[in-house]
Structures are given as C-alpha cells and as structure tokens.
C-alpha cells in the first residue's frame, strides 16, 4: 500500500508540473508569435512606404541630402521593369516567324536604355550638391528611355 501511495504521490507531483510546463511552452509561442506578427507588421509598412517613395513623383524633388535613398528608389523601380523584361525573355523563347526579330530588337533598346540609367545613377552617386540638380535630370531622362524600352515588351 505504502508503494501505491508514494506512486501517487510521486505523480501527483509530475502532473501539475508537466501541465505548468506545457502552459509555459503555450505562453512562450504566443510571445514569439506576436513578436513574428509585429515584425510582419513593421516589414510591411517599410514596403508600402518604399511602394510610395518608390515612383518618380515621389522621388523627384529629392535635394542632395537625400541622394542615396534617391537612388535606391530608382534602382528599385529599375528593377520592376528587368522583372518584365525577364518575363518577356521567358515568353519569347517558344516563339518563330517574324516577330522574333521585332522582340529582340525590344529587348537591346531595354537594355540598352537600362545600361545608360546604370551609368547615370553612377554619375548621380558621384555628384556634388554643385551639380546635383543636372546629374538628377541626366537619370530622369534616362529613366524616361527606360520606361519607354520597358513598354515595348509586351
């Protein structure tokens, strides 16, 4: 009888303790969870606000003192449209006849406009507060070349 009773007792003792310890682990993953949520939260209101910043009209007027988030805005947006040409490359690849020669003739002007946008944002990185405002309008003529190139693949 004695054996039984320090059984029970024993595991008596185990029961409450396990049940602490798995509320414990429950806790735990609701804390790391809200952190996980917050963290999403946080990286998705840094994507919308690069979203926004992330077009010409809210880049434009950016001084000097803003050079390097200006132009990674236009590298972000460079690299929407070398998606789209990535996309067209893919499409093009089963075609034949004719209209091969007109896609591929589409693909070297992108590439060629997107290959003097990079030698810009070169010179833009360059550039002093002296001549920031030339520099700036050497990438948004670019950037133009660029949007029109990036709109013939289709």
Same mark, same amino acid.
């Given at each position: @009888?004695?054996? &039984?009773?320090?059984?029970?007792?024993?595991?008596?003792?185990?029961?409450?303790?396990?049940?602490? @310890?798995?509320?414990?682990?429950?806790?735990?993953?609701? *804390?790391? +969870?809200?952190?996980?949520?917050?963290?999403?939260?946080?990286?998705?209101?840094?994507?919308?606000?690069?979203?926004?910043?992330?077009?010409?009209?809210?880049?434009?007027? &950016?001084? &000097?003192?803003?050079?390097?988030?200006?132009?990674?805005? *236009?590298?972000? @947006?460079? @690299?929407?449209?070398?998606?789209?040409?990535?996309?067209?490359?893919?499409?093009?690849?089963?075609?034949?006849?004719?209209?091969?020669?007109?896609?591929?003739?589409?693909?070297?002007?992108?590439?060629?406009?997107?290959?003097?946008?990079?030698?810009?944002?070169?010179?833009?990185?360059?550039?002093?507060?002296?001549?920031?405002?030339?520099?700036?309008?050497? *990438?948004?003529?670019?950037?133009?070349?660029?949007?029109?190139?990036? +709109? +013939?693949?289709?």
């Amino acid at each position: @009888m004695k054996k &039984y009773l320090m059984l029970s007792l024993l595991s008596a003792g185990f029961v409450p303790g396990a049940l602490v @310890m798995s509320s414990c682990s429950k806790a735990d993953q609701t *804390v790391n +969870n809200s952190e996980k949520i917050h963290d999403d939260a946080r990286d998705a209101v840094a994507t919308a606000g690069n979203a926004i910043s992330d077009s010409w009209d809210g880049i434009r007027d &950016y001084a &000097y003192e803003r050079r390097s988030d200006f132009s990674a805005a *236009v590298d972000r @947006m460079s @690299m929407q449209w070398d998606g789209r040409e990535r996309d067209f490359k893919s499409k093009m690849a089963g075609s034949t006849g004719d209209s091969v020669k007109a896609k591929q003739d589409a693909i070297k002007a992108y590439d060629d406009s997107r290959a003097v946008l990079k030698s810009k944002l070169e010179d833009l990185r360059n550039a002093s507060a002296a001549n920031w405002t030339e520099a700036k309008g050497k *990438v948004a003529d670019a950037w133009q070349h660029v949007q029109a190139a990036g +709109n +013939n693949l289709k």
